[in-house]
């Protein structure tokens, strides 16, 4: 069970829709592990609903609803087969229609003896949407970031100056807050990184690789 | 139309005396017996608000409104049996599709390409836990009430998220406020309406 969350400004921002696609592709992708934050989900999702109820309806002629009418036998009432509960731990579907594959079927981009990146494409043009991969005990070199940043951890965990995260945990970092997190002992780390400026290297031993880090976006 | 005789578990009444359970009933006729009369019912009520949604504050065209409301009430009538009404409100099932329908509109506008449609970012119904009909229904009616309540700039806040489509941000920006009095003024109508989150720590 998640233990670090969106914030509920991000959730109410995800509810109403006005989140950017890649962001809110990582909040779905929490929701997954989340039960409590689907919970808050559907509560704002219920406030929008009545703020939706209270507008002061727009006229809408009968040739309207004719024009509706006339298309509906094009478009039959779908039967929905009984979905199951999604497999605790199972990497979300949203992603794994992203990845199509797995994990070890992606091209990973390798940044440093210990990490490599997979950058998959969400169509969003503001946002890189990567997934991390950290081997056990590795450390992502110290770095800072133009913009802000979104991980979920999706398989092991690691930890920085401020805690340690385990799978489906969320985080969001803002603009300029430093961090240098270690993949776990026990196992490869691998998480969904959400971008909108690249990272930026604050040590001296790999800051010269600070120019070749574009952002992937799209 | 047939007239329903049996009264559903889930009944109850508004205080202006309107059956509120009418829509998931014709959600119900629609998945399963393909009743067109349900629909113009389900129509009828939900078009001329779409239209408004649509219309609020976004620069979409009266055309493109209508447009809006015909996809929103296809979607509606073809995804019908994906309705529960036992995990989601009929009113608030609509919304959430009329406002994926809205995404997906703005992104063609914008020829902004993507592999996934609006749905795609929220997790199906299906897998929801099934609610406590009483708490949620008491929780949307303290909802409704405590919303004639809020202060002008906390709901003006709110509309501006939720009717608008807007960030946060992007409210600021329209409103010219700084991004943190938004910010708190959500979380202060959120507050109000008793949304909120417990023991949580931010990531």
């Keep these: 069970m998640a233990k670090y969350h969106p914030d509920l400004d991000l959730i109410t921002e995800y509810a109403a829709g006005s989140l950017p696609l890649a962001q809110a592709a990582c909040l779905s992708a929490h929701l997954n592990y989340c039960e409590q934050c689907r919970r808050t989900a559907g509560q704002l999702e219920d406030l929008g609903a009545t703020l939706f109820d209270s507008l002061q309806g727009e006229t809408v002629g009968d040739v309207q609803l004719n024009a509706v009418l006339a298309r509906l036998d094009d478009v039959p009432p779908l039967s929905y087969a009984k979905v199951e509960q999604p497999l605790a731990g199972q990497t979300p579907a949203l992603l794994q229609r992203l990845m199509k594959g797995e994990f070890a079927d992606l091209v990973w981009k390798k940044i440093t003896s210990t990490l490599s990146i997979s950058y998959l494409s969400t169509g969003d043009p503001g946002y890189e949407f990567a997934l991390y991969h950290i081997k056990a005990g590795g450390k992502i070199p110290e770095h800072t970031h133009k913009g802000s940043e979104m991980t979920l951890i999706l398989e092991g965990g690691f930890s920085d100056a401020d805690g340690t995260y385990h799978q489906g945990d969320f985080l969001y970092r803002e603009p300029s807050d430093v961090h240098a997190p270690t993949a776990l002992q026990s196992e490869d780390c691998i998480c969904l990184a959400v971008l909108d400026a690249p990272l930026k290297f604050t040590g001296w031993k790999h800051r010269w690789m600070n120019p070749f880090l574009s952002l992937n976006a799209g | ?203």
């Design chain 2, 1 to 203: 139309m047939s007239e329903h005789t049996e009264t559903p578990k889930n009944d109850w009444q508004t205080p202006t005396g309107r059956r509120t359970d009418e829509w998931s009933e014709c959600l119900t006729l629609i998945s399963q017996k393909e009743d067109r009369a349900a629909f113009t019912r389900l129509f009828r009520h939900f078009a001329p608000l779409i239209k408004a949604f649509a219309l609020s504050g976004s620069n979409l065209s009266a055309t493109v409104a209508d447009e809006l409301v015909q996809e929103t009430m296809l979607k509606v009538w073809q995804k019908s049996g994906a309705f529960n009404p036992e995990k989601a409100a009929a009113s608030t099932w609509v919304y959430t599709i009329a406002r994926n329908c809205r995404t997906d509109m703005f992104r063609r506008l914008n020829k902004f390409d993507t592999p996934l449609a609006g749905d795609d970012v929220y997790p199906d119904q299906e897998a929801e836990e099934p609610f406590s009909q009483l708490q949620s229904r008491r929780s949307r009616e303290h909802v409704r009430e405590m919303m004639q309540e809020l202060p002008p700039d906390q709901a003006q806040i709110l509309a501006k998220v939720y009717m608008e489509g807007k960030s946060h941000a992007e409210a600021a920006g329209e409103l010219d406020l700084p991004l943190g009095t938004v910010k708190s003024r959500v979380r202060l109508a959120l507050q109000k309406l008793q949304i909120h989150m417990e023991n949580y720590s931010y990531g």
